[in-house]
């Protein structure tokens, strides 16, 4: 799956896609170095640059689309190399799960060439109903566009 982004990363992988992410000033501690929790930050932001590659937006503060009201059941990191100063960073994402209500999207953090592995993990979305709070099935679309993320189970 190809992203257009005015940001240039340069590599390729054999599943899922590559997002582009800016490291801001303001996502560093007193010490230059990305703060943990903000990893988590520059993770939800390729995913939310993926969707907004695919109609959603947000509108007077608002995410807006059949599937905008999602809640985060789980969110799991592992730290592997500290993100040193700020510029681009890129983000490989994969769906390792699309069920009926909920997506899992697992996640890299690499430098932009790829060639070093700042995180890893995987983020747990469940869709609700905007009035019930209540699990509420995907749209079509969504699943349309999530299908080539899915990663296949390797034999074995």
Do not use: C
Request: net charge negative.
């Amino acid at each position: 799956m190809q992203l257009s982004t005015e940001l240039k990363v340069q590599f390729d992988v054999d599943h899922g896609v590559v997002v582009p992410v800016e490291v801001r000033l303001d996502d560093l501690d007193a010490g230059a170095v990305v703060y943990n929790a903000r990893y988590a930050t520059l993770a939800e932001a390729a995913i939310f640059r993926l969707w907004a590659q695919h109609g959603a937006i947000y509108r007077d503060g608002r995410f807006e689309g059949p599937d905008a009201t999602h809640m985060v059941r789980e969110f799991w990191i592992e730290y592997l190399a500290p993100i040193t100063g700020t510029g681009e960073i890129a983000v490989h994402l994969w769906v390792e799960r699309l069920g009926t209500t909920s997506v899992v999207y697992g996640f890299k953090i690499y430098t932009s060439d790829g060639g070093v592995l700042y995180a890893r993990g995987r983020r747990a979305m469940v869709n609700v109903h905007p009035s019930t709070r209540r699990p509420y099935p995907w749209s079509e679309q969504f699943r349309e566009w999530s299908q080539p993320l899915v990663r296949e189970e390797l034999p074995g």
